[in-house]
Structure formats: structure tokens, C-alpha cells
């Protein structure tokens, strides 16, 4: 199931909630536990892949794909801190194909989640994927989607992407709103 939480933003407002990167390490402990299994993914589908480069254009801090000690490496954020500034679906043209992309806490934020999808399989081997799951009211305003794990799984199907790991994390026994999937897809 996939539900559409609210309408979507204006420029000018985006540009205000997007001032800054966003920074995991302001949050709580559900939030670093879900970075730290994202790394770990990233980290195996490098290792498998032998892989060369990777991508996160909506990287916040950075934190996941700057920890990798790749050589190649492309980041980018809505907010103005990296080279590539602006939502995924522009800058993503101007990156060339990588072995892994990351797409971490991002794809809830997009205004057509299939279409960015079909835009990254088209740039990358391999997709390294979180968002929150199964939050049905939501009240995060930069929020415009809530999913379930199979409403996520039929996007991948639709702009073809092929699961091959999918971890489930529930937060919300640390205090906090979010339960996560995780997934790798080739």
C-alpha cells in the first residue's frame, strides 16, 4: 500500500526546510542504529561488487558514503552544501553511472518516488535503500509518502529494481516514530 500524506510543497518553502543538510546525529539512538545498518549494506555490496564508486545525492551530512573510503564517490543534498544542489530527479543527470547508490531516508521526500527510482536504475548497479514503513499518519511535514513494505517493493518491480536483502527495524522501541526498511536491490 502506498498513501500520499499531504500535498506537495512549494519551491520557496522547500528551499526553507532544505536550508540545511540534514544530520542523523542531532536524533536518537533508532537513528543510528538505522545508519549504522545501512553502512553495513553499503559496505557488503562494495565488498561483493568489487565496486569502484557510489552516489548519495540527498547525502545530509554525508555520513554513510563518506565513511566507505572510496575514491569515487558523489554527493549531493537539496540543501546548498555539496557541488550537486537540488532534488535527486535534476542532479542525478549530472553524475555518470555508479556501482552502488544511496538512498537513505530520502525517497519519502520526493514528489514521484517511482520516477526517481527509474531515474537512479538508470545510474546505478546497485541501490541501497531506507525509509520509514508502515507510518500511516505521519506527521513529519516533509513527509509527502507512508508505505509498506510491499507498496515499496512494487515501486522497485515498476522501475525495475530486483530485492535481494530487505531488513526490518523498528525504532519505535527506543521512543521513537519510525519503523524502517532497509533494502539492497540489483
Known amino acids: 500500500m502506498i498513501k500520499q500524506l499531504r500535498e506537495f510543497h512549494t519551491e520557496e518553502l522547500l528551499a526553507q526546510i532544505y536550508a540545511k543538510p540534514h544530520d542523523h546525529r542531532i536524533y536518537g539512538r533508532g537513528h543510528h542504529v538505522r545508519v549504522?545498518?545501512?553502512?553495513?549494506?553499503?559496505?557488503d555490496a562494495i565488498a561483493i561488487m568489487d565496486a569502484k564508486?557510489?552516489?548519495?545525492?540527498?547525502?545530509?551530512?554525508?555520513?554513510?558514503?563518506?565513511?566507505?573510503g572510496m575514491q569515487n564517490v558523489f554527493l549531493g543534498d537539496y540543501a546548498p552544501t555539496y557541488p550537486l544542489v537540488g532534488p535527486i530527479d535534476k542532479t542525478i543527470a549530472s553524475i555518470?553511472?555508479?556501482?552502488?547508490?544511496?538512498?537513505?531516508?530520502?525517497?519519502?521526500?520526493?514528489e514521484d518516488p517511482l520516477q526517481t527510482l527509474k531515474l537512479i536504475r538508470d545510474?546505478?548497479?546497485?541501490?541501497?535503500?531506507?525509509?520509514?514503513?508502515e507510518n500511516w499518519e505521519d506527521n513529519n511535514t516533509e513527509h509527502y509518502w507512508s508505505w509498506d513494505r510491499h507498496g515499496v517493493e512494487d515501486l522497485f518491480s515498476q522501475s525495475g529494481w530486483i530485492p535481494n536483502i530487505f531488513l526490518y527495524l523498528d525504532t519505535t522501541v527506543f521512543g521513537e516514530p519510525y519503523k524502517y526498511g532497509i533494502w539492497g536491490c540489483k
Open 96 to 110: 555518470p553511472t555508479v556501482d552502488v547508490y544511496v538512498c537513505s531516508e530520502s525517497l519519502e521526500h520526493v
Open 36 to 43: 549504522e545498518v545501512t553502512k553495513n549494506i553499503v559496505k
Open 53 to 68: 564508486s557510489i552516489a548519495d545525492l540527498s547525502c545530509g551530512n554525508g555520513d554513510i558514503v563518506k565513511t566507505m
Open 123 to 133: 545510474k546505478s548497479k546497485y541501490l541501497v535503500l531506507s525509509t520509514p514503513i
